[in-house]
């Protein structure tokens, strides 16, 4: 999308598409962060300006529709690396993988393989919140809505106590 600048010329500004992907299949539920801030989901192309950027991913989300249930977990970038967030150079439209491992728990928010306790205070100290707020935890997302609230505390219900072995 061409940007105005102020003597009245058009700049077009390049875009950065950040994907994930599960066993062949893209989810479209993990939260991205550029420079610090949210800008939206995996699965979306932003606009950016040229430059380098750090690219964050939460480490963790929730699958929604068909794969409700499914706890993702960050495993790695296309090119390997393991760390993130992650520098990215952007010079012209640019676009990123990563790849997730995912596992049915649902309710287990801290990925212990248990649905208890612990599991329900963090989702009482995310309680109210969304990307961008102090408290955000995406794992506490438990329906990926973008807001931990009563439909994701009536998840964690239905399934307190429930133990879930990996595979």
Same mark, same amino acid.
């Given at each position: 999308?061409?940007?105005?600048?102020?003597?009245?010329?058009?700049?077009?500004?390049?875009? %950065?598409?950040? %994907?994930?992907?599960?066993?062949?299949?893209?989810? /479209?539920?993990?939260?991205? &962060?550029?420079?610090?801030?949210?800008?939206?989901?995996?699965?979306?192309?932003?606009?950016?300006?040229?430059?380098?950027?750090?690219?964050?991913?939460?480490?963790?989300?929730?699958?929604?529709?068909?794969?409700?249930?499914?706890?993702?977990?960050?495993?790695?970038?296309?090119?390997?690396? /393991?760390?993130?967030?992650?520098?990215?150079?952007?010079?012209?439209?640019? /676009?990123?993988?990563?790849?997730?491992?995912?596992?049915?728990?649902?309710?287990?928010?801290?990925?212990?393989?248990?649905?208890?306790?612990?599991?329900?205070?963090?989702?009482?100290?995310?309680?109210?919140?969304?990307?961008?707020?102090?408290?955000?935890?995406?794992?506490?997302?438990?329906?990926?809505?973008?807001?931990?609230?009563?439909?994701? %505390?009536?998840?964690?219900?239905?399934?307190?106590?429930?133990? &879930?072995?990996?595979?």
């Amino acid at each position: 999308m061409p940007v105005i600048v102020a003597d009245g010329s058009a700049n077009v500004l390049p875009t %950065l598409t950040v %994907l994930a992907e599960w066993n062949g299949t893209s989810l /479209t539920s993990g939260y991205v &962060y550029i420079d610090g801030q949210y800008r939206g989901r995996t699965g979306s192309t932003f606009t950016v300006a040229m430059g380098t950027h750090t690219v964050f991913v939460d480490n963790v989300c929730w699958g929604i529709g068909n794969f409700a249930g499914y706890r993702y977990t960050f495993q790695y970038w296309e090119n390997n690396s /393991t760390a993130n967030p992650r520098t990215v150079t952007v010079v012209e439209d640019t /676009t990123i993988k990563t790849y997730f491992y995912g596992k049915y728990c649902p309710g287990d928010i801290d990925g212990s393989g248990a649905v208890d306790s612990v599991d329900l205070g963090k989702l009482g100290s995310a309680y109210g919140s969304r990307p961008g707020d102090s408290n955000w935890n995406s794992a506490a997302d438990l329906n990926g809505s973008g807001a931990v609230n009563s439909a994701d %505390l009536g998840i964690l219900g239905a399934n307190y106590g429930k133990v &879930y072995p990996d595979p």
